[in-house]
């Protein structure tokens, strides 16, 4: 999560340290793995420059079953039904390739030091920055504005704090195993309750395949509570009867690559702002049951984090945006976190009445389907609704499909130099975006429209803004009418959609957006010393 966190800082000139306790390399295990979803994939493409899609495998399809029985099966990319919503293919890769990935951009990234072999020990904060020791070959003193735990479920930065983080231990565990073998449907993904062919005894009847590029898959079985060990014969003989079952014949040739245990804990901390130090990723919240990501999670903590810091850095700290982090993110969180524990018992309870009550499997199937692939309560990104920067009492709000606080739909847009590109293409900048819904603009050349109409109007109030602003158009928004204006987060939230041009409300929605008018702050600006994350592998 620190590396993240830093390339999204490069990219607005914020200048950052990453404090690695390791050696600044990552174990290859292929039974670490991580799913991402549209959002989260489509932000570490922008911010490592890497095709992530040719390491990793779009799954063309989803399936679910119990015993023998298909309960859902959900295709992604051209073949899909509209009608099921299946949305876009989430993206399974190995861990270590991903993190291969973002320490390659931040070798050819010029305002990230990595400073390896450098565990932390000790900080001290002061209105004007923080000060933090590491120890080691390369101990020493760090000085920045600002310090980030990204340092995992056992967090120093948490403990130096004082900050509580709790919650429920081992709410779920898997065995895991990544093998490379021949299955039916080789690039799409399986849920498999209450299999037939349970022999081993040791499972409580959920197994889950995922491909992987050439050949390889992981696959979890879910362990029983109270079940401690899990052996190398038992593993074996499960690997081997459920091959055999989703062939349907003798166990076929395989390759066992990568074995381990994942256990999912669900935590969420007390603070996650204390002064200029503040948590993310697994520092700040551990979930996963159900099929949900974690990771995916603590991308978007660094999203939100990383343009607030950027602000803070180049005109400033304001407090009501930089207490916004804790107040959005952390309510997510709970959120998704008060979804699980609610599925929960229902899912795995297992009482007998319970299994015959009609509907129930299908009810089941769709709340893991969801964890899994990343929708409803219990995958899809979180809106910061009750945000305290959300605009209050504009008078042209505009209907829209999107609701405020909601991640935008990624449309294809002008730039302002006349290129089509997505609209997610440009989030990450810094920059506020404004995007005026004009149909029949995409046929024109931009000469021909940027200065009739309403856009040189609409081009002067984005220019009076209290803050960096880029101008976009597009053909259509999903429940837009033409000449609405939206105005979006540098992370890809809705601040408003307004009817047509009105730059007081425009003006207010942006001024709120970045935490309301800004207060001069002594010792803060563009002079103070770079931003200090602190990471451990």
């Not at 065995?175 to 037939?196: K, N, S």
């Not at 804790?326 to 899912?347: F, G, K, S, T, Y």
């Amino acid at each position: 999560m620190g590396l993240t966190l830093a390339l999204a800082l490069a990219r607005q000139e914020v200048p950052s340290v990453v404090l690695d306790e390791g050696r600044g390399k990552d174990e290859q295990r292929l039974a670490r793995t991580v799913v991402l979803r549209e959002d989260s994939a489509a932000l570490l493409e922008r911010l490592t420059g890497a095709r992530l899609a040719e390491v990793g495998v779009h799954w063309a399809g989803w399936r679910s079953m119990r015993r023998k029985q298909v309960m859902r099966e959900v295709t992604f990319g051209a073949d899909a039904d509209p009608s099921l919503d299946a949305g876009p293919a989430p993206l399974h890769i190995a861990q270590h390739v991903l993190t291969g990935a973002l320490r390659a951009a931040l070798a050819r990234e010029r305002l990230v030091k990595i400073a390896v072999d450098s565990r932390l020990d000790g900080m001290e904060q002061e209105p004007s920055g923080v000060t933090a020791h590491t120890r080691g070959p390369k101990g020493t003193w760090w000085r920045g504005s600002y310090l980030i735990g990204c340092d995992g479920p056992r967090s120093t930065v948490r403990k130096l704090q004082d900050i509580r983080f709790p919650g429920r231990t081992a709410v779920e565990r898997h065995a895991v195993a990544a093998l490379r073998a021949e299955l039916p449907r080789p690039d799409q993904a399986l849920l498999h309750r209450m299999p037939p062919w349970r022999t081993s005894g040791a499972s409580t009847g959920e197994i889950t395949g995922r491909p992987l590029p050439e050949g390889v898959w992981r696959l979890d079985w879910l362990l029983p509570p109270g079940k401690d060990l899990v052996t190398p014969e038992l593993l074996v003989a499960r690997i081997r009867e459920t091959l055999a079952g989703w062939t349907d014949g003798p166990t076929p040739s395989y390759e066992l690559l990568d074995t381990g245990v994942h256990t999912v804990h669900h935590r969420v901390a007390r603070r996650w702002r204390v002064g200029r130090v503040f948590l993310a990723g697994d520092a700040a919240h551990l979930l996963g049951a159900l099929g949900t990501q974690g990771l995916d999670e603590g991308l978007r903590d660094a999203d939100n984090l990383a343009w607030k810091l950027a602000l803070a850095w180049h005109h400033g700290p304001h407090e009501t945006l930089l207490d916004s982090y804790q107040a959005e993110r952390r309510a997510v969180i709970a959120a998704r976190l008060r979804a699980a524990d609610q599925a929960l018992p229902l899912l795995r309870g297992g009482g007998a009445l319970r299994a015959y009550v009609p509907g129930s499997a299908r009810g089941h199937d769709a709340l893991l389907t969801d964890g899994h692939l990343g929708r409803g309560a219990l995958g899809a990104p979180g809106a910061y609704a009750d945000s305290p920067l959300a605009p209050r009492h504009l008078e042209a709000e505009a209907p829209l499909d999107t609701a405020s606080g909601a991640p935008v739909t990624d449309v294809r847009v002008t730039a302002e130099d006349g290129s089509f590109v997505q609209l997610r293409d440009r989030l990450g900048r810094g920059s506020l975006l404004v995007v005026l819904i004009a149909p029949g603009t995409g046929v024109w050349e931009r000469k021909h429209w940027a200065t009739a109409g309403i856009m040189p109007r609409l081009a002067a109030a984005v220019t009076a803004l209290p803050h960096p602003a880029e101008l976009l158009v597009a053909e259509e928004y999903p429940g837009a009418a033409p000449h609405t204006v939206l105005l979006v987060r540098p992370d890809g939230h809705l601040v408003a959609a307004l009817t047509g041009v009105r730059p007081a409300d425009l003006y207010a929605a942006a001024e709120a957006a970045l935490g309301g008018p800004a207060k001069a702050e002594a010792g803060a600006g563009a002079g103070a010393e770079a931003g200090a994350g602190a990471r451990a592998r």
